[in-house]
């Protein structure tokens, strides 16, 4: 058992369910109880689609348990083919089914549908949304892909983007537009927008682009061992990632062109001198794997920021995360309970978060500014504009994301400058921040008086109080930063046995983090 408000993944029929939306003329019969219908709603709701997903659910109730389970599901399968009238048919087992044991496997493929019928293994209690996604798509691929002749021009397929991924509609866009001008055709993308049909047809590209490891590396891995197609490894995310991704197309296709980068306005946006004050902000990023890794490069090398921390929730990307983390002299954080993720953050106190909407709420209790740069989102990041996060425009995207959250320039140097102000005194918070900004106190009286510290006057061990002149001393320091100097402070006297903190203390331990 384990306690969880918060889940950054749903189950795995969730992530099946993502791959058949994303298609078109399949069907999924999932053997679930009565209630399981709420995942609909992610799609009509949070991507806003138009139509149910293609999905039977069996809704058994309480009293069906003591009756015949697997007859309903056998009936569920009837009616769906009938009414639906599929390419193809995948069935699989919701969490609570699958502790029944009524193997929907078995029975879909004894019931003699003249369609293919892909059953999927979903194992609830040890894996989640994402595998379910990788899983529902290799035995897709794997059930209907053959090898036959490349095409004549040269073409790739696009694998991973699904339903409910995050900007997967844009991304398949930009990356199609990048790879049409270098002279590359799109054979199939899948399995968003797929048909049965089209999976057919998938081996005659000459190379697949991998867009999403997360749901479809174990696809890309079958195609190239059973249709010889290679693949590529880096994920279009910035711009060096993009111009990396472009270098590993060339080298699978040689004569593929060089395509404009007309429109990629990133580097001189960072260049800029309004840029300046980005350098070195520190960022904390957490999301998954492939968000996180692709966005830790594009912060450090791309905007100037210094990553403090990052880390992802799907743990079967732990060991590129780790090896990248070490790279940048940090350690990752791998896990999938926020309250570790929140606990980090309020440790390393960075000045943004980039995140989901999970970090969105953590930034949101401890006054830090956030920008969300992967799943799980929420209705807002399925915007009705074109926002791809790959590619050239997606790296457009990126800085505007990066930027907007935080406070501009001009601004802090008003907030430190003036922090007396009415208007920019430390309580009111940047202005864009409207719902944090409160009315300046004016009692014409000096600061507040100190509450004593312990009713019995003991202080506790590990407690270090601060000085009026040192509490003072500190205010002048940007509140953005503020946090982490306090923190860092007190640890500096705790590690030298000191009770009270000076302004001197303040500036040796200021002296002594600057080295
Ligand atoms: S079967 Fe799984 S997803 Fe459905 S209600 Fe039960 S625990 Fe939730």
Request: a negative charge; charged letters at 25%; glycine letters at 8%.
């Amino acid at each position: 058992m384990k306690l969880s408000v918060w889940t950054y993944e749903g189950p795995p029929h969730v992530g099946a369910i993502r791959v058949a939306t994303g298609m078109r003329g399949v069907h999924l019969v999932l053997h679930a109880p009565q209630g399981d219908t709420y995942a609909d709603l992610l799609f009509t709701m949070i991507e806003r689609r138009n139509h149910r997903p293609p999905v039977t659910y069996t809704t058994f109730q309480a009293r069906d348990l003591g009756a015949d389970t697997a007859d309903l599901f056998r009936r569920s399968c009837t009616d769906a083919v009938e009414r639906f009238q599929p390419q193809a048919l995948m069935v699989g087992a919701s969490c609570t089914a699958e502790l029944i044991q009524d193997d929907p496997a078995g029975m879909a493929e004894t019931m003699g549908f003249d369609i293919p019928v892909i059953p999927l293994e979903l194992p609830s209690y040890q894996r989640k949304e994402n595998f379910g996604a990788d899983e529902a798509f290799y035995q897709i691929t794997r059930a209907l892909a053959r090898p036959m002749e490349r095409s004549d021009a040269p073409s790739c397929n696009i694998l991973g983007p699904t339903g409910l991924g995050f900007r997967h509609r844009d991304d398949v866009a930009e990356i199609a537009a990048l790879l049409a001008d270098m002279g590359v055709e799109v054979n199939v993308t899948a399995p968003m927008g797929a048909s049965p049909e089209e999976i057919a047809e998938l081996g005659r590209a000459h190379f697949n682009v991998l867009l999403y490891p997360e749901t479809a590396e174990s696809a890309a891995r079958w195609c190239e061992k059973e249709l010889g197609q290679p693949w590529t490894r880096t994920v279009p995310i910035g711009v060096g990632a993009t111009r990396d991704f472009i270098s590993e197309v060339q080298a699978l296709l040689p004569g593929a062109k060089v395509p404009s980068e007309a429109r990629l306005r990133l580097p001189w946006y960072s260049a800029s001198v309004d840029s300046t004050y980005l350098t070195g902000k520190r960022v904390f990023l957490f999301g998954d794997a492939t968000h996180v890794m692709a966005m830790a490069r594009v912060a450090r090398d791309e905007i100037g920021f210094e990553v403090a921390g990052l880390g992802c929730y799907n743990r079967e990307f732990a060991r590129p995360v780790r090896a990248l983390a070490k790279e940048y002299g940090i350690e990752a954080l791998i896990t999938d309970d926020y309250l570790e993720v929140e606990a980090r953050i309020r440790d390393l106190a960075p000045e943004l978060i980039l995140g989901t909407q999970m970090e969105r709420h953590i930034g949101k209790r401890l006054g830090i500014p956030c920008a969300v740069i992967s799943a799980p989102v929420h209705v807002q990041d399925f915007p009705a504009r074109y926002s791809p996060v790959m590619g050239f425009e997606g790296a457009n995207v990126l800085f505007d994301t990066l930027v907007h959250p935080l406070v501009m320039g001009l601004e802090e140097h008003l907030l430190t400058m003036f922090r007396d102000d009415f208007e920019f005194h430390d309580a009111a918070g940047p202005s864009h921040h409207g719902g944090q900004a409160v009315a300046r106190v004016e009692t014409g009286e000096g600061p507040a008086p100190r509450a004593p510290r312990g009713i019995s006057g003991k202080m506790k061990e590990d407690e270090v109080l601060w000085l009026d002149a040192a509490e003072a001393e500190l205010k002048k320091i940007p509140f953005f930063v503020r946090g982490k100097a306090r923190r860092n402070t007190e640890s500096f006297a705790m590690e030298r046995g000191l009770g009270e903190i000076s302004v001197d203390t303040l500036y040796e331990a200021k002296a002594y983090y600057a080295r």
